[in-house]
């Protein structure tokens, strides 16, 4: 049987639509288009409305073009929402957040007995699903060394949908890395839901443990975090950096706001001037490195001028990028019980104010490099291009090489000047 899987959200939901796409290749289905799917996957989100939205609109799609097909639902959306998968009546499988790596056994269940399934099981105080890809056909590997949240920031419903902290054990990391090396890949990207909070629950062992034993590992090039809060760059995660160039010239820290009246009404642990600190400290170590960030405006009781609080705050920081949301009302959540809601169009207006921003910081932040002989990893081969990106997730487009000869080279680093350095 054919399968085809669509994944919305974070890289955590790629990872896992990817263990799932492992499993099912291995107990012999095929990958294919999703208009041959015999088995059409969609791995939802439920961050936002509109990620809900987007996750049941890629659902009735599904539905209309493979009426002969094998439904099936996973993911946050359903794990906090089952009710919006189960009213659509072609939906034959419906799982949560736990258990993905079993969906073959789900699909076979399934086969025989020709009756919806439902598997949402609750996230509270639960331990690690060991999950581990086998498949090495992406250049930058993700792996996925924690799940879980215990924030509860007043806008969230992450907490609700992912669960309670918990981590993968220190060896099975390991080994997933060194698999993945053997296997050819020189970059390794961390993920998680918190994933600067790993090894919370376990005893005399913390995330600067693990990166102190990853940047060991032999055939290790290039480590990257795909997020990490900034109470969780501890001293002994920056002396880390400050040693070893293995971990890359770019952080991705989410600030959220510059005003800490909306900080403390987010229920941040963290404050305007903790924040500009950590950022400093920082600097003082990698001079040159990319710190992008996070920011949600129309926050209830964002007003214009604790807006333009945070705008100077981005400006003081000087991030190289930014990633803008306007607020989303999560039902389950405090924010959502709140007053001075802050109407669309004013958040729309907010969105489009710091996104031009955005583009400000990243051309400043670009033209730091020009001249400069900078190594990247293609990842690709595309239209003429070998693209790729830099340490500092600066992305490369080179034309004019031998692809032929560089197909063979994708994943592996090379050097390569400005002019062939472009803004995403």
Same mark, same amino acid.
């Given at each position: 049987?054919?399968?085809?899987?669509?994944?919305?959200?974070?890289?955590?939901?790629?990872?896992?639509s990817n263990?799932?796409?492992?499993a099912?290749k291995?107990?012999?289905?095929i990958?294919?288009?999703?208009e041959?799917?015999?088995?059409?996957?969609?791995?939802?989100?439920t961050?936002?409305?509109?990620?809900?939205?987007?996750?049941?609109?890629?659902?009735r799609q599904a539905?209309?073009?493979?009426q002969k097909?094998?439904?099936?639902?996973?993911?946050c959306?359903t794990?906090?929402?089952k009710?919006?998968?189960?009213?659509?009546?072609?939906?034959?499988?419906?799982?949560?957040?736990?258990?993905?790596?079993?969906?073959? &056994?789900? @699909? $076979?269940?399934?086969?025989?007995?020709?009756? *919806?399934?439902?598997? /949402? =099981?609750?996230? %509270?105080?639960i331990?690690?699903?060991?999950?581990k890809?086998?498949?090495?056909?992406?250049?930058?590997?993700?792996?996925?060394?924690?799940?879980?949240?215990?924030?509860?920031?007043s806008?969230?419903?992450i907490?609700?949908?992912?669960?309670?902290?918990?981590?993968?054990?220190?060896?099975?990391?390991?080994?997933e890395?060194?698999?993945?090396?053997e296997?050819?890949?020189?970059?390794?990207?961390?993920?998680?839901?918190?994933?600067?909070n790993y090894?919370?629950?376990?005893?005399?062992?913390?995330?600067?443990?693990?990166?102190? &034993?990853l @940047? $060991?590992?032999?055939g290790?090039?290039?480590? *990257?975090?795909?997020? /990490? =809060?900034?109470? %969780?760059?501890?001293?002994q995660?920056?002396?880390?950096?400050?040693?070893?160039?293995?971990?890359?010239?770019?952080l991705?820290?989410?600030?959220?706001?510059?005003?800490?009246?909306?900080l403390?009404?987010?229920?941040?642990?963290?404050s305007?001037?903790?924040?500009?600190?950590?950022?400093?400290?920082?600097?003082?170590?990698?001079?040159?490195?990319?710190?992008t960030?996070?920011?949600?405006?129309?926050?209830?009781?964002?007003?214009?001028?604790?807006?333009?609080?945070?705008?100077?705050?981005?400006?003081?920081?000087?991030?190289?990028?930014l990633?803008?949301?306007?607020?989303?009302?999560?039902?389950?959540?405090?924010?959502?019980?709140?007053?001075?809601?802050?109407?669309e169009e004013?958040?729309?207006?907010?969105?489009?104010?710091?996104?031009e921003?955005?583009?400000?910081?990243?051309?400043k932040?670009?033209?730091?490099?020009?001249?400069?002989?900078?190594?990247?990893?293609?990842?690709?081969?595309k239209?003429?291009?070998?693209?790729g990106?830099?340490g500092?997730?600066?992305?490369?487009?080179?034309?004019g090489?031998?692809?032929n000869?560089?197909?063979?080279?994708?994943?592996?680093?090379?050097?390569?000047e400005y002019?062939?350095?472009?803004?995403?």
């Amino acid at each position: 049987m054919k399968f085809y899987i669509y994944t919305l959200g974070c890289k955590v939901n790629m990872y896992e639509s990817n263990v799932m796409m492992d499993a099912l290749k291995n107990a012999g289905y095929i990958e294919a288009n999703k208009e041959e799917a015999d088995i059409y996957i969609i791995n939802t989100c439920t961050v936002t409305n509109a990620a809900d939205n987007k996750s049941m609109k890629m659902i009735r799609q599904a539905i209309k073009q493979n009426q002969k097909a094998i439904i099936i639902v996973a993911g946050c959306m359903t794990q906090v929402s089952k009710e919006k998968a189960e009213i659509l009546n072609d939906v034959d499988i419906i799982l949560g957040n736990r258990n993905k790596s079993r969906i073959v &056994e789900y @699909i $076979e269940e399934f086969k025989q007995k020709q009756k *919806r399934l439902e598997d /949402i =099981e609750s996230l %509270e105080s639960i331990s690690f699903e060991t999950m581990k890809l086998n498949n090495f056909t992406h250049t930058r590997a993700f792996v996925k060394i924690q799940d879980g949240c215990n924030n509860y920031c007043s806008y969230c419903i992450i907490p609700y949908s992912r669960g309670t902290v918990r981590s993968k054990k220190r060896e099975d990391v390991l080994e997933e890395v060194k698999t993945l090396i053997e296997n050819g890949h020189h970059e390794i990207v961390l993920t998680g839901i918190h994933t600067g909070n790993y090894g919370a629950e376990f005893e005399n062992y913390a995330f600067s443990d693990l990166l102190e &034993e990853l @940047i $060991e590992i032999e055939g290790l090039e290039r480590l *990257r975090i795909s997020s /990490i =809060e900034m109470n %969780e760059l501890t001293d002994q995660v920056l002396e880390i950096m400050k040693k070893s160039k293995v971990l890359v010239d770019h952080l991705h820290i989410p600030l959220q706001s510059g005003s800490d009246a909306v900080l403390k009404a987010m229920n941040r642990k963290y404050s305007k001037k903790d924040f500009i600190k950590k950022i400093e400290s920082i600097r003082e170590i990698r001079p040159n490195i990319s710190i992008t960030t996070d920011v949600i405006v129309g926050f209830p009781g964002e007003t214009e001028e604790l807006f333009l609080e945070t705008v100077e705050t981005i400006k003081k920081i000087n991030f190289s990028k930014l990633h803008v949301f306007p607020y989303s009302r999560r039902k389950g959540t405090v924010a959502d019980t709140m007053e001075n809601q802050v109407p669309e169009e004013i958040k729309k207006k907010r969105v489009q104010e710091l996104l031009e921003l955005s583009k400000n910081l990243e051309e400043k932040y670009f033209q730091k490099f020009v001249g400069e002989t900078l190594s990247f990893i293609p990842e690709i081969v595309k239209e003429g291009f070998v693209i790729g990106h830099t340490g500092n997730y600066l992305l490369v487009k080179k034309e004019g090489m031998d692809l032929n000869n560089h197909i063979e080279k994708i994943g592996k680093i090379i050097k390569v000047e400005y002019p062939y350095v472009i803004m995403e």
